[in-house]
């Protein structure tokens, strides 16, 4: 049985972990919440400390902290940030509302660290995880404050993965550029389009998605930090807010900016809501790539084929050499996880009452979880699935030969009515529209819509024999 040391709050004592950095508050929170096994991540982790590590400095060039105590919080506000602590935050993010069971986490690792550091014991406290750590803060402040600074923090391994996928999505497209197509709208044979227009609109997607993410990561940058329980700043210096933007910038090296109304950052996670909006949207166009993905490598034999996926591993336990588009498929399944992210995230901020938003620890939680996934399954999709990715040009010429919407291109000089006769000949027989067509020619039976002159062999080939002008917006002169 595991040693433990009795440590004592308003409720009264509690037995806490003999070598645990946090203490009773946490503990009681850990006993409370016994919900998912689930952990705050580490941009949260990180955050909260740059925001203690940062009181800390700001109380003490205030004179509010001793010098002693500042000190102790910085080294070890610092070592949090670093991740040395890591596995001394233990609480659920199923917690107690606004998340004052993490910020007491944070206040009691740190509080204790820096009692270490200092020459104390575990759990005696010479920091104090209110008076100290805490000082000038409150959960209602701290916790929205860190909601922005963690996002903020992984934006630029966000933008990195997009940037990456769209990279080597308009690589393709340059690769692909040479290979005409039939193109299909309805899930039905379309006219013609070029392979690599079709990858360069994938990639302009994204960039756009990745501009969306970016507009919307500037709102977070404004600080409620110094609002303290409802925006009035009650218990913080007249000049703390301003200091904490300033030293934040400073200790995290991100660009930040002071609210323009204490009371509206307490009270509103709007700015979440179009962040969180911002990554949906990027979901939804990597969830439609990715179907793309699925259909253009369906098959071989009875599919489209038209293109081929990296072979990464074996597709069925039970029919040898299949092989399936997994890496399509997991980046399907991570951006509708993202999507159910995105709808907690909407519906916890709507839930907001007053002064406060008291569900925050699942909005900062889903946040986090939304970029994490988001990273990480962008990065694999690029990595193992687009940057392989061959066309096979045999197939995709094959399909484009076949499909009978080649008419629309004789539409200039025959007219729509007569181009759809063709194709309903042209299906019913199951031969080419050019072959059709020429068929036609010879036996005298197409004309000129505009002249009324009989339509020559040359005037057919000339049109079949450059369909890549049709993917120019090219016509008949």
């Not at 199923?94 to 270490?116: D, K, L, P, Y």
């Not at 993965?161 to 769209?166: E, R, T, V």
């Not at 005037?459 to 016509?475: P, S």
Request: glycine share 8%.
């Amino acid at each position: 049985m595991s040693q433990t040391r009795t440590e004592k709050d308003s409720l009264g004592p509690l037995e806490v972990p003999e070598d645990a950095l946090y203490g009773v508050q946490t503990q009681r929170a850990v006993e409370n919440f016994p919900i998912s096994n689930m952990r705050p991540f580490k941009a949260f982790i990180w955050s909260m400390a740059a925001i203690k590590t940062s009181a800390a400095t700001v109380n003490q060039k205030l004179g509010l902290l001793d010098d002693a105590r500042a000190q102790a919080i910085v080294q070890a506000g610092k070592e949090v940030m670093d991740g040395k602590w890591d596995s001394q935050f233990v609480v659920d993010p199923f917690q107690a509302g606004a998340g004052t069971s993490h910020n007491m986490n944070t206040n009691e690792v740190i509080a204790n660290r820096a009692t270490q550091i200092m020459g104390g014991n575990l759990g005696e406290y010479i920091v104090n995880p209110n008076d100290h750590v805490n000082m000038g803060q409150s959960t209602n402040d701290t916790i929205p404050t860190a909601i922005r600074l963690g996002c903020l923090w992984r934006m630029q391994e966000l933008i990195q993965a997009i940037h990456g996928l769209a990279e080597a999505l308009n690589k393709k497209a340059q690769e692909f550029d040479p290979i005409v197509k039939s193109g299909r709208t309805h899930l039905q044979d379309a006219v013609p389009v070029r392979l690599g227009q079709e990858f360069s609109g994938y990639a302009r997607a994204i960039e756009r998605d990745s501009e969306r993410i970016k507009r919307s990561a500037d709102n977070l940058r404004r600080l409620g930090i110094g609002g303290t329980a409802t925006g009035t700043g009650l218990n913080a210096h007249h000049e703390y807010h301003q200091r904490m933007i300033i030293q934040l910038e400073q200790l995290t090296g991100l660009e930040l900016q002071p609210s323009d109304n204490l009371f509206e950052s307490m009270q509103s996670m709007a700015d979440m809501v179009d962040f969180s909006g911002s990554m949906r949207t990027l979901a939804v166009t990597l969830t439609r790539i990715a179907n793309d993905f699925r259909l253009l490598a369906s098959g071989p034999a009875t599919g489209l084929d038209e293109v081929r996926l990296p072979v990464v591993q074996p597709g069925s336990s039970i029919m040898p050499g299949k092989v399936n588009p997994v890496m399509a498929e997991m980046l399907n399944m991570a951006m509708y996880h993202v999507i159910g992210d995105d709808a907690t995230v909407m519906l916890a901020s709507q839930a907001g009452q007053l002064e406060l938003n008291v569900m925050m620890p699942i909005i900062a939680h889903n946040l986090f979880e939304m970029m994490q996934v988001m990273i990480g399954s962008i990065t694999a999709f690029t990595e193992k699935c687009v940057i392989g990715l061959a066309a096979n040009v045999e197939k995709a010429t094959g399909w484009l030969e076949k499909n009978s919407i080649l008419v629309t291109a004789l539409n200039p000089i025959i007219g729509y009515q007569k181009g759809a006769e063709l194709v309903k000949e042209a299906n019913k027989r199951n031969i080419t529209i050019r072959a059709l067509a020429l068929e036609k020619v010879n036996q005298k039976q197409l004309i000129n819509k505009n002249n009324q002159q009989l339509l020559t062999v040359k005037d057919i080939e000339d049109v079949f024999n450059d369909l890549r002008r049709f993917t120019d917006g090219g016509i008949l002169s």
